[in-house]
Every structure is written in structure tokens, then in C-alpha cells.
């Protein structure tokens, strides 16, 4: 319920401005598509077979472990909005070496930041990203998921508003509060940049990267968005290696 609020509040003030309508409309058919596919796939595909063949993998594997797990709420939330964080931000590492930069770079397409293209990727990356498999072995093994639910929900919320354009400005109190441990829009926008060189892997926290040299810290937009790719739609979708 948290990612879909987050969807239709940041999808609802992406249509009331007119600026990115414009840039919006400005978009090609093949990229609303990859979107509009991706969303889908992410949003609802990938949730059900997370409740039904990953769950049904690990009751095979681990039988007698279901529901066997107790943790005090704050510690299953910050096992899933902390140390899974961290574990993504090695993930995501190492989807930008070159074995696996083929088929990340359709996410690195993107030539604006806005809601509907962040789960623009290659159908079977989703399989590849560390949330499918651990979160749904923490959710079968925790006696009540629920708190480590909400942390899951809170970074994917995150991941939305990291995509947008909706980011605070500088000079505000809500940037000052929050510019020092958590990825901003902005900080994500550079990691997308078109000139990128690397870093700000982080998905919620800033720390990572800074521990390990990948952070870059720049308050203005960078100018130009999106990785150059002629590949056609099904190589995007299906098979983007050439």
C-alpha cells in the first residue's frame, strides 16, 4: 500500500507540472512501452512470483525454518531497510562492471527523471536484483514480516521519489535534514548522468558509497540524461547483449 501511494502521489504531481508534461510527451513510443512493460512486470508479476514460486522454493529447501525466526520489530526493520541496503549497493556495483553492463544499461536509458521509467530494465534483471531473493526468504522466515515488510516497502517508496524530479532545494531545511545520509533525487540523477563515470551506487543510504570512494556530491541537476543504445525493443526487453 506504502509503494503504491507513493506511486500515484508522485505520478500525480508529475502530471500537474507542466514542464515535465512537456519533456513527457516529448518521449518515444519505444521508451513509453519499455516503461509501461517494466512497470508491470516489477509491479505486479514479479510480486506474484515472489508469493508463490520463491516462497514454494524455500519451503522445499528449508522446510522446518517457515516462520521460524523471531526478531524485536526495530531490528527485522533495520535488517531490511539497512543491512539489505548495503548489500544492494554491492549489487548494484556490480551490475555497472562490464560482465553485467549490458544488461543494466537499459535502465541507464532513461533521458529524464520521472516516476514511470524507474523500473525501465531488461524483463529477467529483476531475477538478478538481491531484493527478490532475500526479502522473501526474510518474509518466510520471520514469525511476523511485518515490520521487515515496511522497511522493503519504505526503500522501494524511496526508489520512486529517487527517480523523480520532485527533490528539495538546497537551501531548504527538509535538504539540510536530509542531504547527509540519504540518496537524493538529485544524487541519483547523477549516477544517471550521461557522462557518468561511476558511483552513487546507494539505494537509500549515502554511507556506502562515501566508505567506499563512490560517492559524488554535486547539488545542481546534471545536463544531460541517459545512456545511447540502438537497440530495438525486444533486444531491450529479451536480450540486450551485442
Same mark, same amino acid.
Given at each position: 500500500?506504502?509503494?503504491?501511494?507513493?506511486?500515484?502521489?508522485?505520478?500525480?504531481?508529475?502530471?500537474?507540472?507542466?514542464? #515535465? /508534461?512537456?519533456?513527457? @510527451?516529448?518521449?518515444?513510443?519505444?521508451?513509453? =512501452?519499455? +516503461?509501461?512493460?517494466?512497470?508491470? &512486470?516489477?509491479?505486479?508479476?514479479?510480486?506474484?512470483?515472489?508469493?508463490?514460486?520463491?516462497?514454494?522454493?524455500?519451503?522445499?529447501?528449508?522446510?522446518?525454518?517457515?516462520?521460524?525466526?523471531?526478531?524485536?520489530?526495530?531490528?527485522?526493520?533495520?535488517?531490511?531497510?539497512?543491512?539489505?541496503?548495503?548489500?544492494?549497493?554491492?549489487?548494484?556495483?556490480?551490475?555497472?562492471?562490464?560482465?553485467?553492463?549490458?544488461?543494466?544499461?537499459?535502465?541507464?536509458?532513461?533521458?529524464?527523471?520521472?516516476?514511470?521509467?524507474?523500473?525501465?530494465?531488461?524483463?529477467?534483471?529483476?531475477?538478478? #536484483? /538481491?531484493?527478490?531473493? @532475500?526479502?522473501?526468504?526474510?518474509?518466510?522466515? =520471520?514469525? +511476523?514480516?511485518?515490520?521487515?515488510? &515496511?522497511?522493503?516497502?519504505?526503500?522501494?517508496?524511496?526508489?520512486?521519489?529517487?527517480?523523480?524530479?520532485?527533490?528539495?532545494?538546497?537551501?531548504?531545511?527538509?535538504?539540510?535534514?536530509?542531504?547527509?545520509?540519504?540518496?537524493?533525487?538529485?544524487?541519483?540523477?547523477?549516477?544517471?548522468?550521461?557522462?557518468?563515470?561511476?558511483?552513487?551506487?546507494?539505494?537509500?543510504?549515502?554511507?556506502?558509497?562515501?566508505?567506499?570512494?563512490?560517492?559524488?556530491?554535486?547539488?545542481?541537476?546534471?545536463?544531460?540524461?541517459?545512456?545511447?543504445?540502438?537497440?530495438?525493443?525486444?533486444?531491450?526487453?529479451?536480450?540486450?547483449?551485442?
Amino acid at each position: 500500500m506504502l509503494i503504491f501511494i507513493a506511486f500515484i502521489i508522485l505520478l500525480f504531481l508529475t502530471f500537474a507540472n507542466q514542464n #515535465i /508534461i512537456t519533456i513527457l @510527451v516529448s518521449k518515444n513510443r519505444q521508451d513509453w =512501452l519499455l +516503461d509501461m512493460i517494466g512497470l508491470c &512486470f516489477q509491479g505486479i508479476i514479479i510480486p506474484i512470483l515472489q508469493i508463490t514460486v520463491v516462497f514454494q522454493l524455500y519451503n522445499n529447501l528449508l522446510p522446518t525454518l517457515k516462520s521460524a525466526l523471531t526478531l524485536h520489530p526495530l531490528i527485522a526493520f533495520s535488517l531490511s531497510f539497512i543491512c539489505v541496503d548495503y548489500l544492494y549497493y554491492w549489487n548494484h556495483r556490480i551490475f555497472h562492471t562490464p560482465w553485467f553492463w549490458s544488461v543494466h544499461k537499459v535502465h541507464h536509458t532513461v533521458t529524464t527523471m520521472d516516476v514511470v521509467g524507474t523500473s525501465r530494465n531488461t524483463l529477467w534483471t529483476s531475477f538478478l #536484483i /538481491i531484493y527478490l531473493w @532475500v526479502h522473501s526468504l526474510f518474509i518466510y522466515l =520471520l514469525q +511476523d514480516p511485518t515490520w521487515y515488510i &515496511f522497511g522493503a516497502s519504505l526503500t522501494s517508496a524511496l526508489d520512486l521519489w529517487r527517480h523523480s524530479t520532485f527533490t528539495p532545494k538546497p537551501t531548504s531545511k527538509i535538504y539540510r535534514l536530509l542531504a547527509p545520509w540519504l540518496i537524493l533525487p538529485q544524487d541519483h540523477a547523477w549516477h544517471h548522468a550521461r557522462n557518468y563515470e561511476g558511483g552513487n551506487y546507494g539505494a537509500n543510504f549515502k554511507i556506502w558509497d562515501k566508505i567506499h570512494g563512490t560517492y559524488s556530491d554535486n547539488e545542481k541537476q546534471p545536463e544531460n540524461l541517459g545512456a545511447i543504445s540502438n537497440l530495438s525493443l525486444s533486444q531491450k526487453l529479451f536480450f540486450p547483449f551485442i
